[in-house]
């Protein structure tokens, strides 16, 4: 009898080695109300998981905690198989390794693109100054912003603010990156800007957790479909399963009412 995937063993407690976020059992409450409850999900390598679901569903909560931006009650979450510092020096170490993109681009407004790029590579890399601006050129380049590195952020246009915005989490090297609704803020126009850049940084393999109500962006570009509602993933599947045969009736009643308006 031949030995088959011995070393396989899905019921053991051993986190594969491609496992880089991992909820496990994570609840949390803002006051009386149970924004997060018992959320179990798994993000790989390489993975791009979009979350979407009615607003009020936990999605963007569920996204800070996975840098810590928000505490939670109870359960646990890993990055790349270490458990998530509680502050310090620590923490912002752990937050230069997870890149995140918010919704209002917050950068700082008495600072240059260029010096926005480069502030953290300084701070908590450490780099070198020459080494970091370099490097932010190149990001701002690689996100189409190449020729605004000496403006200041208000001289931007939204969509440009967000590429900034993403060339500096990408200048920290982060192993994964989350973006919360980073379109939402922004005009219709400058909307697919950001995407592409999005879009781009998925095929380049990046890890990415997107918060996003941009359905095309979840169906072309995510691995996997995270559906949330009244704080519960309802449902997680790849985008075509998802998106042309949801199971819940929660989902399908989501879809039926931004899909076909």
């Known amino acids: 009898m031949s030995e088959v995937s011995v070393t396989k063993d899905p019921g053991g407690p ?22 997060l409850q018992d959320i179990d999900l798994t ?15 936990g999605k963007s909560t569920l996204c800070r905690t996975i ?48 010096e926005n790029v480069t502030l953290g590579q300084l701070k908590v890399r450490k780099a070198d100054k020459r080494a970091a601006e370099q490097k932010a050129r190149a990001l701002l380049d690689r996100v189409g912003v190449g020729t605004q590195a000496d403006k200041y952020p208000a001289q931007l246009s939204g969509g440009q603010q967000q590429r900034v915005a993403i060339a ?38 990046m890890t990415m957790v997107v918060v996003t109500h941009e359905m095309g962006f979840a169906r072309s570009a995510a691995n996997r479909v995270v559906f949330m ?15 042309d045969n949801p199971r819940s009736d929660r989902a399908k009643d989501f879809l039926s009412k931004i899909l076909h308006h």
């Open 43 to 57: 993000i790989k390598r390489g993975e791009v998981v979009v979350v979407i679901g009615p607003s009020g569903s």
């Open 229 to 243: 509602a009244d704080g519960r993933i309802v449902e997680s599947a790849e985008p075509t399963q998802f998106f």
């Open 168 to 205: 500096r989490a990408l200048a920290m090297d982060p192993k994964v990156m989350l973006f919360d609704e980073p379109t939402s803020a922004l005009d219709p126009e400058m909307i697919n800007e950001v995407l592409e850049v999005m879009q781009q940084l998925a095929r380049d393999g």
């Open 14 to 35: 051993a986190p594969a080695a491609d496992d880089l976020v991992v909820l496990a059992g994570v609840n949390k409450h803002f006051g009386a109300l149970h924004v």
């Open 67 to 114: 840098n810590r931006l928000e505490t939670v009650d109870s359960g646990s979450i890993t990055i790349d198989g270490k458990p998530l510092p509680q502050e310090g020096r620590e923490l912002a170490r752990l937050r230069a390794d997870v890149g995140m993109v918010f919704q209002s681009f917050n950068l700082f407004a008495h600072k240059t693109v260029l």
